[in-house]
């Protein structure tokens, strides 16, 4: 089945303890993106990559890094949480093609406290 | 003024009625359009896609687009139950903009039996 996971689903964690969030695709896509979901605000783009080993700023990077050693994983490393990155996150991926539609993962729920 | 604009409703109609959800947009260039249907704990799926102005019908669900008037619509015909969930809009100018999607803030819609 072709799909997007994300794990965990849930983590809950204290400010300054560094985590990540894995990402994995297999629909063989070049592109891919984390997103986050806040109340009021819909979904913002945190970083995206066009493809192996090449990645950029999205609308909401700070505080968040990335890594694309491999075309099928992409995962979001939070260095030092704090609160403010309380929220939902969402991995996302697409083909080649600019117009091609997302794909998403399930989502995880990140509690910082 | 963000470039997407979505009454975050909620919006509750009876089980049979026809609901209508919209978007408004502010850059001329988004080409792309695109309704996601995200339930509950769930990742945002694609429900509709279309291309520049005109309609698409798929069963019960009927996706407009007016590019003169900077507006998309969402129609549900016999709404159902199952039908309740957040919509999502979402743009891209395509191939210009690396394709990067536009999401507006998401319309909550509760089918009622």
């Known amino acids: 089945e072709a799909q997007v996971t994300q794990n965990p689903r849930y983590l809950i964690t204290v400010t300054g303890k560094k985590l990540t969030v894995t990402c994995s695709q297999n629909?063989?896509?070049?592109?891919m993106s984390w997103y986050r979901q806040d109340p009021g605000l819909g979904l913002r783009q945190i970083y995206y990559?066009?493809?192996?080993?090449?990645?950029d700023k999205g609308d909401v990077p700070e505080g968040y890094k990335v890594s694309r050693k491999e075309k099928r994983n992409f995962p979001l490393i939070l260095e030092s949480p704090s609160p403010n990155q309380t929220s939902l996150y969402f991995c996302?991926?697409?083909?080649?093609?600019?117009?091609?539609?997302?794909?998403f993962g399930n989502g995880t729920r990140l509690t910082v406290t | 003024q963000k470039e997407v604009e979505q009454d975050p409703g909620p919006l509750s109609v009876p089980e049979g009625a026809i609901v209508s959800l919209n978007c408004t947009y502010s850059?001329?260039?988004?080409?792309?359009f695109m309704w996601y249907r995200q339930y509950s704990r769930k990742g945002p799926e694609l429900l509709m896609y279309?291309?520049?102005?005109g309609n698409k019908e798929d069963g019960r669900f009927t996706a407009q687009v007016d590019k003169s008037s900077k507006y998309i619509s969402l129609f549900i015909r016999d709404s159902q139950p199952s039908d309740s969930a957040t919509y999502l809009c979402?743009?891209?100018?395509?191939?210009?903009?690396?394709?990067?999607?536009?999401f507006g803030q998401g319309t909550t819609l509760q089918v009622k039996p």
């Open positions: 996302a991926s697409r083909g080649g093609r600019d117009n091609s539609p997302l794909h």
């Open positions: 990559s066009m493809n192996v080993e090449v990645t």
């Open positions: 979402a743009m891209s100018a395509g191939s210009s903009n690396t394709g990067k999607l536009i």
């Open positions: 279309t291309y520049s102005s």
């Open positions: 629909m063989n896509h070049e592109y």
């Open positions: 850059n001329s260039a988004f080409q792309y």
